[in-house]
């Protein structure tokens, strides 16, 4: 789990407009459960709509020029297209929109889910022991997502063509195909039995093996945990899938750049070395560190 914003004011903001999206929304949002997002973007918390149901409230805020697109129409453009996806996402309950000075709200409100998430940060702090029927479902979840159809993008071959000669050092991959991807798959966005996948913000088309990868990049401080995400996605490790890592590693990389992830440093720089050895192109450049 993320911190609030640094900026009193601006958290001051989010409790405020949570709130009263709870109340257009009609739920009443439950005590001491709040969950703030990356950067403190968002903030979570359970809520209870008026007939009992459990519900999960996630406001998001971005200024107002940057309140459109494939971040902030995610969750409502995978309700329509993807529905349950097999049981395994939460249903999208209702809406609500705001602005207030220069920054729009947009507040979503959720079935809310039984199961606990298995990590409260993406990468996990401790090894994680899951039967192999979970697994299963997580792979054919994926399968699933992966061959429905989209016109939306999670990632951009102009990105892979910058980001993956700056930070791993080779030229960027052509993926072999692009399949439908949840985009964001961590730890923090999967539940314990019954399986449950969250955050549909980012989902789109991407190298085929993505989610597999982001799985991998996120596990990597957990060698046990990681060897187990390479079984369940033999992909991993072939040339098949050489785009999709590259691109998570590289990405992931960039976060590092930026003062996020610093415990998956080394690992992520183990990582790209073992892509490097995989292409048959000798490297651009040295890596970037900066």
């Not at 998430?117 to 990468?123: E, Q």
């Not at 061959?147 to 951009?156: G, H, K, L, N, S």
Request: aromatic share 6%; proline share 9%.
């Amino acid at each position: 789990m993320y911190s609030p914003p640094h900026d009193p004011t601006a958290e001051a903001a989010m409790r405020a407009h949570h709130l009263r999206a709870a109340h257009a929304l009609g739920v009443e949002v439950e005590p001491g459960g709040e969950f703030w997002g990356w950067a403190g973007r968002t903030l979570g918390a359970p809520a209870r709509t008026a007939t009992g149901r459990p519900a999960w409230l996630r406001l998001t805020s971005a200024p107002i020029d940057k309140a459109t697109g494939k971040l902030w129409e995610g969750a409502a453009t995978a309700e329509l297209a993807l529905g349950d996806l097999g049981g395994r996402r939460p249903a999208l309950l209702g809406l609500h929109d705001t602005t207030e000075g220069g920054t729009a709200y947009r507040a979503e409100l959720s079935a809310r889910i039984g199961a606990p998430v298995l990590s409260a940060t993406p990468d996990p702090q401790q090894d994680l022991d899951l039967p192999d029927t979970w697994w299963s479902d997580l792979t054919d979840t994926l399968d699933l997502l992966a061959a429905t159809p989209t016109d939306r993008i999670a990632v951009r071959t102009q990105y892979m063509d910058r980001a993956i000669p700056r930070f791993i050092g080779i030229p960027a991959p052509a993926a072999p195909c692009w399949t439908t991807a949840h985009a964001d798959l961590h730890w923090a966005n999967l539940t314990a039995t019954p399986l449950q996948i969250l955050d549909w913000e980012g989902w789109g088309s991407a190298p085929a093996g993505f989610d597999a990868a982001m799985l991998y990049a996120y596990s990597l401080g957990r060698p046990a945990v990681a060897a187990r995400v390479r079984t369940a996605f033999p992909v991993l490790g072939g040339r098949g899938a050489l785009a999709a890592e590259a691109t998570v590693c590289a990405s992931l990389l960039q976060s590092v750049d930026r003062g996020d992830n610093p415990d998956l440093v080394g690992p992520l720089s183990t990582w790209a070395s073992e892509l490097r050895s995989m292409t048959p192109d000798r490297p651009l450049v040295e890596p970037s560190s900066s």
